[in-house]
């Protein structure tokens, strides 16, 4: 059916109400795309419903008519996770936005899914608590979001990425049925197996999330260093010292100039990488942690450390880290943020190849990283209007994929597989794999018609519209420089 | 198919040597059970393999023959989830026990799927590393069954349970597929999904686990209580003040002396309860941290508070708990392992209901817990010779479980569902949860050969030798009972 048809409109908005659907052109134009803005379409219709009952009613009713549905958070998805097109619904959950209960002496916090990530931690700081993981995007994106890409963030070095904060799901199934899964039931693991499966398998409706004590104290230091390898010498010893440190971060040299411009932090500009390191827990033992990292770093070559004395310097350090991004909109028009893992003591290797690629596509790219899990995050400045230069960083980037996984890494740390990626698992999986991928989501998804063509290639239940064959000639050619390489 | 028949054995024989299979019932009669004794039955015959190559070949060869195969480790299992029948193949992992590599830098090592756990830790201690995952029979269950079961431990607390700590799976499928699985990997989490699968989806045959220092320091106590709402109110206390112990172990009186008979440990025997409590850490603040956990059980009435003083003390104190179980075979010739878990706060409530059943049934039931989870494992002590007796050592075990169920608590906190549990899913599960769980299996197990019978209630591809009439009728009977509770 099509979701255009004044009949399936009115069947919807008997569902949710006139103010519940979108469906002029004006308004479903900031649903085209989420924060991959490489591809672009319009949804067919846009549903946006208020409980768990409503997601229900929808899915149940697109199920009936054979109309594909997507799932949406905030859309700050960098794979295309929520791309949609004129034959679907695309289903978006940022007005389920309660925070639906909270115990503390459990240390249990449970919130609809279109929920604010930061909005979990404020609730609950005033009693010493918060939700560990925390992704750049943790003042716009949704728990929900976060689940579905199983997010990470800074701190994702010692608290672990969202599926390790997970307690409970509660799930809607493509044709409408509602479950309540708990990480402590037994049998298959389905919260382990729902996170992280970009909406693929059902919709998450409401989350149930562990809380962890606000730390009694943190250190933060900035280590100036004079060379990247100098950075990844550091922090190889760092870690071969048995310190964990809660965050380890590494921003280079065209992100420094562009902070700086931005915000005026006073950050060094002469140096070609910087490191953001940060140690928390128990008063006790935390300056001997801080100093063993300072001397450790000096011993290493650092240009110049500087710990944070206050919670305004503190915060002043990790603008530079959290607002990197960000800032780039000052030298380039639009960006492309790439993800990819290498193993840490590659860091090196990989940032050579990172800038040899961009030299021989013409493209400048900076660098962030969360550099303690060797999850690099690229950025490729570019203009979005010059139809060449997107060719460019298409390709461009398929070739940093290429060139982690050759690496011995992995194609994504945290932002997913989207459509941006999916091509690409031919580079990791056989076919074996990716066949028993399928059959996983056939088991929840049979018709393939919640969230289609997404985080797997292409099966036989894909959206017409998502087929690219431009893209698929794009991965030859990645592949043959791959093998060249 | 029968695996009895010749032309069977000489075809299995073909692929393993004579000297790989086991197929009188002499040889047999080791493998009628695994820990779970209740239920006791011969395997058609015994497959040995030494390597994946083989595990695969005999997949195929049963896949081919329509005959059911059960993979077993080293038969530690407490729910049951290697016990086969005349019909089946049990496929032995004991042999694989080679560590296959040891990677220091990257902290991983991988293993066969039959290395015993304990061994895993000793390839790395000289090093400074450790295999944090310690079930208590950790000198004898292989990583391959710890892998099946997401097995815990007393450092669970802290630490995590086996499926934090897998970074990668070989696994073979049903038909004979061997695939590579990796936690790094994008795409669904199936190396997470395999964990705790208990067998049902795949044979793991070699596993990649994390490494983790050797903590700087340890401080190890006794805390002798004088009831059970002493110690739990100890333990909420601890927790509450912002302490991770790296372990928090409560056993009853029974099994103090029991212990103390065996071992001579000077262990008080005039107490309801004690409690075992590690903090694990930098050397730094761990005592303060020793201290505050003193200071608080004094407060909430602790009889008397013993540290270890060295590393000998310490074993001392852990001897008491981890050869806990073991040392009951003074008090009954057999016993019945319970795992339940319920939410902490509830545990005197628990150890009030359990004390009913057992007077009820006129059972004696000891008491070990990870109280810090809020596990527990009631031990029903019973003659298994005295067929009248196991009936209501099996019905007593269903009541236990319903009253963890009743109290908000889970089935298993990680011995599994095999097949003692399996009739016990629907007090947790609805008939939709259920369906979700049978389909995955599908995904992976389309026949139902590998391990059938086992982590799901009955379905359609079970092994008719597994159907058990009589479990089903106690089942009613002890939800006649938790109703009536």
Redesign the interface.
């Known amino acids: 059916m099509n979701p255009l048809s004044p009949a399936f409109i009115g069947e919807l908005s008997a569902l949710l109400g006139a103010d519940g659907v979108r469906h002029s052109p004006a308004q479903k134009a900031v649903y085209a795309s989420d924060a991959y803005t490489l591809e672009k379409s319009l949804p067919g219709v846009v549903a946006l419903p208020r409980t768990t009952a409503e997601v229900s009613a929808i899915l149940r009713l697109c199920h009936a008519r054979g109309v594909p549905t997507v799932p949406r958070g905030a859309g700050t998805g960098l794979a295309g996770g929520s791309t949609t097109g004129s034959d679907a619904v695309l289903l978006c959950l940022s007005r389920m936005s309660e925070i639906v209960s909270i115990d503390l002496?459990?240390r249990r916090l449970r919130a609809q899914a279109g929920a604010i990530n930061i909005a979990l931690t404020k609730a609950v700081a005033a009693d010493?608590y918060q939700f560990a993981p925390d992704p750049s995007s943790q003042g716009a994106s949704t728990i929900g979001g976060n689940v579905a890409n199983?997010a990470g963030g800074p701190h994702t070095l010692k608290y672990g990425v969202t599926?390790?904060h997970v307690l409970g799901l509660q799930i809607v199934?493509p044709d409408g049925?509602i479950?309540e899964?708990?990480a402590?039931?037994?049998?298959?693991?389905?919260v382990?197996?729902v996170?992280?499966?970009e909406g693929t398998?059902a919709v998450v409706t409401e989350v149930t999330v562990k809380l962890v004590?606000t730390p009694?104290a943190v250190r933060t230091m900035l280590v100036v260093c004079r060379t990247v390898d100098d950075a990844t010498t550091m922090i190889?010893a760092i870690i071969?010292s048995?310190i964990l440190p809660a965050a380890l971060e590494m921003i280079d040299r065209t992100i420094l100039l562009a902070v700086e411009e931005a915000y005026k932090l006073g950050l060094p500009t002469d140096a070609e990488a910087v490191l953001l390191i940060e140690v928390d827990g128990?008063?006790?033992?935390l300056n001997?942690?801080a100093e063993r990292i300072t001397a450790l770093c000096r011993e290493h070559g650092a240009v110049r450390v500087e710990a944070a004395t206050n919670a305004l310097d503190r915060a002043r350090l990790w603008t530079a880290r959290k607002k990197s991004v960000g800032t780039l909109g000052r030298l380039a028009p639009s960006h492309a943020t790439q993800d990819g893992?290498v193993?840490?003591?590659k860091l090196p290797q990989i940032l050579r190849e990172i800038a040899a690629i961009g030299a021989r596509h013409k493209l400048r790219i900076a660098n962030v990283f969360h550099a303690g899990d060797g999850n690099l995050h690229p950025v490729v400045l570019f203009d979005e209007r010059d139809p060449e230069e997107v060719k460019r960083v298409l390709i461009a980037g398929g070739e940093i994929l290429a060139a982690c996984v050759n690496a011995g890494?992995?194609?994504?740390g945290e932002h997913?597989?989207g459509i941006e990626?999916r091509d690409f698992?031919h580079l990791?999986?056989?076919p074996?794999?990716l066949d028993?991928?399928a059959?996983?989501?056939?088991?929840?998804n049979p018709d393939g018609l919640l969230n289609p063509g997404k985080?797997?290639p292409f099966g036989g239940n894909c959206c017409p519209h998502l087929r690219r064959p431009e893209a698929e000639a794009l991965l030859n050619l990645t592949k043959t420089r791959a093998a060249a390489v």
């Open positions: 002496p459990n010493g199983n599926v390790n199934l049925e479950l899964l708990s402590d039931d037994c049998g298959y693991d389905l382990g197996l996170t992280g499966s398998l004590k009694e190889s071969a048995g128990a008063e006790a033992g001997r942690q893992v193993p840490r003591t890494g992995a194609l994504t997913g597989i990626k698992l990791v999986f056989s074996e794999d028993i991928m059959k996983v989501r056939g088991a929840f985080l797997l």
